[in-house]
């Protein structure tokens, strides 16, 4: 059974920093692209950051680029997201994602469409208080 779990949210002030983590288990996730999503209240599920099945290619919603960082260890079956000079922005249910395991022809890229991730986890409250 494939299993995503967030952990790191919480109640910063504007300014603040936190690092979220995403535990995988249930297969490898190493051949996986990766991403990160948020949804506010009231507003749509975004993209926010996604990353490659080696860490070597990322890439960033506009409003995020230079604060936030995507990272993976794949030893570990982690995702990251640290997350710098957060502002009230930022408030949101941030949730990990995972694709299925990709052919090698895809596995350079990495994904922003929700679509393209199969696996969700249930994800974890960022609340950022001005």
């Known amino acids: 059974q494939v299993q995503l779990v967030e952990s790191g949210g919480g109640l910063v002030q504007a300014g603040d920093s936190l690092r979220l983590s995403c535990a995988a288990s249930?297969?490898?996730?190493?051949?996986?692209?990766m991403g990160w999503f948020r949804q506010a209240p009231g507003k749509e599920r975004e993209f926010v950051a996604a990353?490659?099945?080696?860490?070597?290619?990322?890439g960033y919603l506009d409003s995020v680029k230079g604060r936030f960082t995507i990272s993976r260890d794949n030893a570990k079956n982690s995702l990251y997201l640290q997350m710098n000079s957060l502002n009230s922005e930022d408030t949101a249910v941030y949730y990990c994602a995972s694709t299925a395991p990709l052919p090698f022809i895809r596995r350079e890229s990495y994904y922003r469409n929700q679509r393209e991730y199969d696996y969700w986890g249930q994800g974890t409250q960022v609340t950022v208080s001005s």
């Open positions: 990353i490659n099945y080696l860490g070597s290619n990322t």
């Open positions: 249930g297969r490898t996730f190493s051949t996986s692209a």
